[in-house]
C-alpha cells in the first residue's frame, strides 16, 4: 500500500478511505514504520496508526519478553525471563480529548484517559485465557492508588479473574511493576495493562536467539 510519509509529502493523503476499505479485505496487516523528520510528530501517528487501530478495533497489543538459553542479559541474576504483555490497544490516553488552550497567559495542555468497563473487560479476557495457556498467573498492572480508570480497571479485571478459578490474579502498581521488571522478572507470566503502562522495560529486555 502506497501509504506513509512519502505519499504524505507527494499529496497530503494519509488514509484515503478507498485504501483503507483495500486494507479491511485483508486477513492480516504488516505495517512498517512511518516516521519522518520531515514531517511533524503526530500527524502520522494519528491520521494512520492509531485511526488504523481504532477502526480494525485492534484492541489487543502482544509484547512477548523472553530469554534464549545461551543469549546474554544486562540484567545480573536474569533467572528465567519469559512472559508476555498483553496492553490494551484502542482505550485510555491516546484515544481520550486532547486540548491546548491559554490560561492566565500561558498554555495548558490537557490529555484525558478513558476507560469503559467492556474495554476492560474484553482484554483482562485475552489475557486469562493466555495464562491458561501457559503458567497460569496474570499481573494486573494500574495506578489505582491514584487513578479513577485505574479503579475501574482493577475492580473489572478483578470479576473476570472469577472466571478463571485456575488462574493466579496479582495485582501491581505500575511503577513498583517497572522495578519488579528488572529486579526478578522470572516471576512474571502474563501482565496485562492500559495503553499508558506498556512497560518500555519490556521492550528493552527481548532477547531473540
Not at 504488516?30 to 503526530?42: E, Q, S, T
Request: charged share 30%; net charge negative.
Amino acid at each position: 500500500f502506497d501509504l506513509g510519509a512519502e505519499r504524505y509529502l507527494r499529496d497530503g493523503a494519509i488514509l484515503p478511505e478507498d485504501e483503507e476499505e483495500r486494507i479491511k479485505a485483508n486477513d492480516a496487516i504488516l505495517l512498517g514504520a512511518v516516521g519522518d523528520p520531515r514531517i511533524k510528530a503526530g500527524i502520522l501517528e494519528r491520521g494512520l496508526l492509531l485511526k488504523l487501530r481504532f477502526d480494525l478495533d485492534q484492541y489487543v497489543n502482544l509484547r512477548p519478553s523472553k530469554l534464549y538459553k545461551g543469549v546474554t542479559s544486562p540484567l545480573a541474576n536474569p533467572g528465567d525471563i519469559d512472559f508476555v504483555v498483553v496492553r490494551e490497544l484502542i482505550g485510555g490516553v491516546y484515544f481520550g480529548e486532547h486540548a491546548t488552550a491559554q490560561v492566565d497567559g500561558e498554555d495548558k495542555a490537557t490529555d484525558i484517559m478513558s476507560y469503559t468497563e467492556h474495554e476492560i473487560r474484553r482484554v483482562a479476557h485475552v489475557a486469562f485465557q493466555m495464562a491458561r495457556k501457559r503458567r497460569h498467573r496474570v499481573t494486573s498492572v494500574d495506578k489505582a492508588n491514584v487513578l479513577d480508570t485505574s479503579r475501574l480497571w482493577r475492580r473489572v479485571v478483578t470479576e473476570v479473574a472469577a472466571e478463571y478459578p485456575d488462574v493466579e490474579l496479582l495485582h501491581m502498581y505500575v511503577d513498583n511493576a517497572a522495578m519488579q521488571i528488572v529486579r526478578d522478572p522470572s516471576q512474571f507470566d502474563v501482565i496485562v495493562t492500559c495503553l499508558l503502562y506498556t512497560s518500555d522495560a519490556a521492550d528493552d529486555m527481548q532477547c531473540v536467539d
